[in-house]
Protein backbone atom coordinates (compact mmCIF):
# COMPACT_ATOMS: atom_id res chain seq x y z
CA UNK A 1 0.00 0.00 0.00
CA UNK A 2 1.08 3.53 -0.83
CA UNK A 3 -0.32 6.57 0.56
CA UNK A 4 -0.01 9.49 -1.67
CA UNK A 5 -0.30 13.33 0.37
CA UNK A 6 -0.35 16.08 -2.48
CA UNK A 7 0.44 19.98 -1.14
CA UNK A 8 1.34 23.48 -2.40
CA UNK A 9 -1.87 24.03 -4.05
CA UNK A 10 -4.40 27.32 -4.20
CA UNK A 11 -5.12 30.57 -5.86
CA UNK A 12 -2.46 32.24 -8.04
CA UNK A 13 -2.94 35.10 -10.69
CA UNK A 14 -2.40 34.02 -14.37
CA UNK A 15 1.32 33.72 -15.81
CA UNK A 16 2.50 33.13 -12.33
CA UNK A 17 3.95 29.71 -10.50
CA UNK A 18 2.54 26.92 -8.36
CA UNK A 19 5.28 24.27 -7.06
CA UNK A 20 2.58 21.05 -6.40
CA UNK A 21 4.44 18.13 -4.07
CA UNK A 22 3.05 14.90 -3.88
CA UNK A 23 4.76 12.76 -0.38
CA UNK A 24 4.76 9.27 -0.14
CA UNK A 25 4.67 6.52 2.29
CA UNK A 26 3.84 2.75 2.49
CA UNK A 27 6.67 0.93 -0.36
CA UNK A 28 9.43 1.71 -1.54
CA UNK A 29 8.94 5.03 -3.89
CA UNK A 30 11.55 4.63 -6.13
CA UNK A 31 10.27 1.44 -7.87
CA UNK A 32 7.16 3.61 -8.50
CA UNK A 33 6.63 5.61 -12.04
CA UNK A 34 4.25 9.01 -11.01
CA UNK A 35 2.29 10.44 -12.91
CA UNK A 36 -0.03 13.77 -12.10
CA UNK A 37 -3.55 14.20 -13.33
CA UNK A 38 -6.38 16.63 -13.42
CA UNK A 39 -9.49 17.27 -13.69
CA UNK A 40 -11.27 20.69 -14.00
CA UNK A 41 -15.18 21.04 -13.13
CA UNK A 42 -17.41 19.16 -15.65
CA UNK A 43 -14.46 17.60 -17.67
CA UNK A 44 -12.66 14.19 -17.30
CA UNK A 45 -9.81 13.14 -15.70
CA UNK A 46 -6.76 14.57 -17.51
CA UNK A 47 -2.95 13.28 -17.66
CA UNK A 48 -0.65 16.38 -17.06
CA UNK A 49 2.98 14.85 -16.38
CA UNK A 50 4.30 11.46 -15.42
CA UNK A 51 8.35 10.51 -14.59
CA UNK A 52 9.35 6.84 -14.17
CA UNK A 53 10.97 5.24 -11.39
CA UNK A 54 13.81 6.56 -10.74
CA UNK A 55 13.45 9.62 -12.73
CA UNK A 56 14.74 8.42 -16.34
CA UNK A 57 11.84 9.47 -18.04
CA UNK A 58 9.52 12.20 -18.09
CA UNK A 59 6.45 12.66 -20.36
CA UNK A 60 3.91 16.06 -20.67
CA UNK A 61 0.80 16.47 -22.23
CA UNK A 62 1.12 18.69 -24.92
CA UNK A 63 -1.08 21.60 -22.89
CA UNK A 64 1.44 21.86 -20.46
CA UNK A 65 4.72 20.95 -22.26
CA UNK A 66 7.14 23.48 -21.49
CA UNK A 67 5.23 25.51 -18.90
CA UNK A 68 5.37 22.02 -16.30
CA UNK A 69 8.11 20.11 -14.84
CA UNK A 70 8.05 16.98 -12.83
CA UNK A 71 10.63 15.59 -10.50
CA UNK A 72 11.26 13.07 -7.94
CA UNK A 73 13.20 13.18 -5.30
CA UNK A 74 13.21 9.37 -4.03
CA UNK A 75 15.50 10.61 -0.88
CA UNK A 76 12.49 12.05 0.54
CA UNK A 77 9.98 10.33 -1.07
CA UNK A 78 8.13 12.91 -2.82
CA UNK A 79 7.35 14.05 -6.35
CA UNK A 80 6.86 17.67 -7.46
CA UNK A 81 4.99 19.66 -10.62
CA UNK A 82 6.14 22.87 -10.75
CA UNK A 83 3.85 25.34 -12.95
CA UNK A 84 5.06 28.21 -14.71
CA UNK A 85 3.31 30.67 -16.90
CA UNK A 86 -0.26 29.60 -15.21
CA UNK A 87 -3.40 30.41 -17.11
CA UNK A 88 -7.06 29.81 -16.79
CA UNK A 89 -6.94 26.56 -18.11
CA UNK A 90 -4.75 25.78 -16.01
CA UNK A 91 -7.76 25.25 -12.94
CA UNK A 92 -8.70 21.93 -11.70
CA UNK A 93 -7.76 19.52 -9.11
CA UNK A 94 -4.83 17.89 -8.84
CA UNK A 95 -3.98 14.31 -8.24
CA UNK A 96 -0.98 12.78 -7.93
CA UNK A 97 -0.57 8.74 -8.59
CA UNK A 98 1.60 5.78 -8.60
CA UNK A 99 2.21 3.13 -10.91
CA UNK A 100 3.85 -0.42 -9.23
CA UNK A 101 4.83 -0.96 -13.04
CA UNK A 102 8.01 1.66 -12.99
CA UNK A 103 7.19 3.01 -16.55
CA UNK A 104 5.21 5.97 -17.78
CA UNK A 105 1.78 5.57 -18.82
CA UNK A 106 -0.88 7.87 -19.30
CA UNK A 107 -4.19 6.08 -18.66
CA UNK A 108 -5.37 6.31 -15.22
CA UNK A 109 -6.59 3.14 -15.08
CA UNK A 110 -3.30 1.88 -15.25
CA UNK A 111 -1.95 3.78 -12.07
CA UNK A 112 -2.53 1.63 -8.43
CA UNK A 113 -2.28 4.51 -6.37
CA UNK A 114 -3.72 7.82 -5.77
CA UNK A 115 -3.81 11.08 -3.64
CA UNK A 116 -6.85 12.76 -2.61
CA UNK A 117 -5.95 15.83 -4.87
CA UNK A 118 -5.58 19.36 -4.27
CA UNK A 119 -7.50 22.81 -5.40
CA UNK A 120 -5.23 24.78 -8.26
CA UNK A 121 -7.49 27.84 -9.07
CA UNK A 122 -6.18 30.61 -11.47
CA UNK A 123 -7.87 33.59 -12.08
CA UNK A 124 -7.30 36.88 -14.20
Known amino acids: QVHLVESGGGLVQTGGSLRLSCAASGRTFSNYAMGWFRQAPGKELEFVAAISSCGGSTYYADSVKGRFAISRNDGRDTVYLQMNNLNLEDTAVYYC?????????????????WGQGIQVTVSS
Open 97 to 113: AADREGYIVITPSHYNY
